[in-house]
């Protein structure tokens, strides 16, 4: 059974950091893309960044660009989402996400979210 579990989010103040995790069980890792998204109340789930297999891409949305880093630790089975200079606009449920191909076949997994509150 595939598992996914997301660890660090909290309240934080505007400016502030927070790293979040996730842990991965029941699947080959390093097989995998690993994205994280987010969700606001009433909004579509927002793609916010995602790693390549052996981590040697990244992309990001505008909105997080110079200010969050994914990364992934293979031997851990374990991808990092490191938010700095958070801003109360990302306050959401972050969720991680695993992803590959299978004979043309998107295959993907999800955690169960974690939430990250940006006030003061």
């Known amino acids: 059974q595939v598992r996914l579990v997301e660890s660090g989010g909290g309240l934080v103040q505007p400016g502030g950091s927070l790293r979040l995790s996730c842990t991965a069980s029941?699947?080959?890792?390093?097989?995998?893309?690993m994205s994280w998204y987010r969700q606001v109340p009433g909004k579509e789930r927002e793609l916010v960044t995602t790693i390549t297999r052996a981590g040697g891409s990244t992309n990001y949305a505008d909105s997080v660009k110079g200010r969050f880093t994914i990364s992934r630790d293979n031997a851990k089975n374990t991808v990092y989402l490191q938010m700095n200079k958070l801003k109360p606009e990302d306050t959401a449920v972050y969720y991680c996400?695993?992803?590959?191909?299978?004979?043309?076949?998107?295959?993907?997994?999800w955690g169960q979210g974690t939430q990250v509150t940006v006030s003061s």
């Open positions: 996400n695993a992803h590959t191909t299978d004979w043309g076949t998107r295959v993907e997994h």
């Open positions: 029941g699947l080959t890792f390093s097989r995998y893309a």
